[in-house]
C-alpha cells in the first residue's frame, strides 16, 4: 500500500480526520463523545510510545517500553497483539468493566474507521483475540455478542454433514482400473485425486464446525494466530490429538499447554477428516488451502527431494497441491489462521442452499455469520444451563468468577422463576384465609 493512505502512516497523522469524520454524527465538533474520542486515542498513542500517562485512571507500569523504539507510532506497529494488550492494560489498574469497555470502545471505532479508509488490512481491535482480555459489560448481558443456539449448532452441523456425505459420494462413483491407479496422465486418475481433494475440503470444513460448536476453544488455541507474537500460537497438530483419551493440547490463553476436551460429537468428523489424507503427524489439523502458498511449499519441496522441473511438472499435472504433498510425505504445509476460518464460517452460513433454509425457519442471529467466539459462548450457555457456573469454568479454562459475569443473565432467569414461585405460594396462602 503506498500514498496517502499507507501503513507507513502516522496514526496521530490521522487523528483531526477521524475527529472531524465523527463530529459530523456525535453532536458535532465539540460534542461529548469528540471530546472523549480526542482523549481516548491520545491515551492509546502514548501507552504505545511508553509514555507515563497523566491520568488518574490508568498508567503504564515502569517496566512498560511502548511497542515502538522511536517516538512515532505508525500504522505497521500495529496488529492483533497490540490491541489485546492494550485492552489488558486498561483492565489491569482498577477500572470498573463499563469503564474500561467504553475507554476501549473509542480506540476501536478509530481502529475500524482506519481499516475502512485503507491505512490498515483489518479491524485489529474487533478481532477475538484482541477482546479476550476485555471483561464483560459489567454484568450486563453485551448486546453485541453473539452466542450460537442449539437451532444453529443443529443446522450448521447438518448443513456440512450433507457436504461430506456428497463429496464422497462423488468420490465412490469414479472407478479407477488397476491400470490407471498413480498413473498421473490418466484423467480418470486425476478425477479420482480432484474428487479425493474435494472430500478434504468438506471434512475440512466439517471438522471446524464440530470443534467450534462443541469444544470451547479460543479460535487462537487451535488455529494459527500470526499475528500473536508467541509460541504456541500456531494451531493444534495431529500429534497433539488423541482420540483414545477424548483430548486435544492446546495453547491455553493464560500461556500454558493443558488438555482440553473432545466431546463425542467432534470425534467422528476428527477421525473422518484425518483418514481422507494419511499424513504425518507434524501436519496441522487444520491446514491452509491458499494456491499460491501450497504451489510453493509442494515446488520446493520437490525439488528439495532431488526431483528436476519436468518430474515435478508431471507430479503436479492435474493433482491438488495438497494432494501432492502428503502422497509424498513433504514436510507440513501452513496452518489455517484465525482469519481463514472466519471466512469459511462466513462462506457456509450465507451458502445459497443454507440462507434458503435460513429464511424458511425465519431464523435470526446476532451478526452476520456464526462466529468463532458465538461457538464458544453458546458452548458456555449449555454448560452454565446444565451444570453450573464452577463446572463450565473448569471446561472453558478460565475462573468462575469471570464465567458468572459473562452468563449473569441466566442466573438473574433462576432468581426470577424462583421469586415467581415464592410470591404464588405467599398469595395463595393469603387467599385461602
Not at 462443541?214 to 500460537?233: H, I
Request: aromatic letters at 10%.
Amino acid at each position: 500500500m503506498t500514498g496517502r493512505r499507507s501503513v507507513e502512516t502516522p496514526i496521530d497523522d490521522t487523528f483531526p480526520k477521524y475527529l472531524a469524520d465523527k463530529g459530523k454524527g456525535d453532536a458535532g465538533e465539540e460534542g461529548a463523545y469528540r471530546k472523549d474520542a480526542t482523549r481516548e486515542i491520545h491515551r492509546f498513542e502514548d501507552w504505545c510510545l511508553g509514555k507515563r500517562i497523566d491520568s488518574a485512571n490508568a498508567s503504564p507500569p515502569e517496566s512498560w517500553t511502548g511497542v515502538v523504539d522511536g517516538d512515532t507510532v505508525r500504522f505497521t506497529d500495529l496488529d492483533t497483539t497490540v490491541f489485546s494488550d492494550y485492552a489488558r492494560y486498561l483492565s489491569s489498574e482498577g477500572n470498573t468493566a463499563g469503564t474500561v469497555l467504553t475507554y476501549y470502545a473509542h480506540v476501536a471505532s478509530w481502529c475500524g474507521w482506519a481499516h475502512a479508509q485503507g491505512y490498515i488490512p483489518r479491524h485489529y481491535a474487533r478481532e477475538s483475540d484482541a477482546e479476550d482480555p476485555l471483561p464483560e459489560n459489567d454484568g450486563r448481558r453485551p448486546g453485541d455478542q453473539q452466542a450460537w443456539e442449539p437451532i444453529h449448532r443443529d443446522l450448521i452441523t447438518q448443513f456440512v454433514d450433507r457436504r461430506v456425505s456428497e463429496a464422497f459420494d462423488a468420490l465412490g462413483a469414479i472407478e479407477v482400473s488397476h491400470a490407471d491407479r498413480g498413473d498421473p496422465e490418466s484423467e480418470t486418475w486425476q478425477a479420482k485425486q480432484k474428487a479425493r481433494f474435494e472430500a478434504y475440503q468438506r471434512c475440512r470444513e466439517q471438522a471446524l464446525v464440530y470443534v467450534v460448536a462443541y469444544t470451547g476453544l479460543r479460535g487462537s488455541e487451535f488455529l494459527s494466530a500470526p499475528k500473536e507474537d508467541r509460541e504456541g500460537r500456531n494451531g493444534i497438530r495431529w500429534r497433539d490429538v488423541s482420540f483414545a483419551d477424548s483430548s486435544v493440547t492446546v495453547f491455553r490463553k493464560s500461556r500454558e499447554w493443558k488438555e482440553a476436551s473432545l466431546p463425542e460429537p467432534v470425534i467422528t468428523p476428527l477421525k473422518r477428516y484425518s483418514e481422507v489424507l494419511d499424513v504425518s503427524e507434524s501436519w496441522p489439523v487444520f491446514t491452509t488451502l491458499h494456491r499460491p502458498s501450497l504451489a510453493s511449499h509442494v515446488t520446493e519441496g520437490l525439488a528439495d527431494a532431488g526431483l528436476d522441473d519436468d518430474a515435478i511438472e508431471r507430479v503436479r499435472s492435474g493433482v491438488p497441491d495438497l494432494i501432492v504433498a502428503g502422497e509424498h510425505e513433504l514436510n507440513a504445509p501452513k496452518p489455517l489462521t484465525t482469519d481463514g476460518a472466519r471466512s469459511i464460517m462466513e462462506r457456509l452460513w450465507t451458502h445459497d442452499a443454507l440462507a434458503e433454509r435460513r429464511e424458511e425457519l425465519d431464523l435470526s442471529l446476532n451478526g452476520d455469520y456464526l462466529e468463532l467466539h458465538g461457538g464458544r459462548r453458546g458452548v458456555g450457555e449449555v454448560l452454565v444451563r446444565q451444570f453450573g457456573y464452577a463446572a463450565a469454568a473448569r471446561y472453558l479454562d478460565n475462573s468462575e468468577e469471570q464465567v458468572r459475569e459473562a452468563y449473569q443473565h441466566i442466573e438473574a432467569a433462576e432468581r426470577a422463576d424462583m421469586a415467581t414461585e415464592a410470591f404464588s405460594q405467599t398469595d395463595q396462602r393469603v387467599s385461602d384465609q
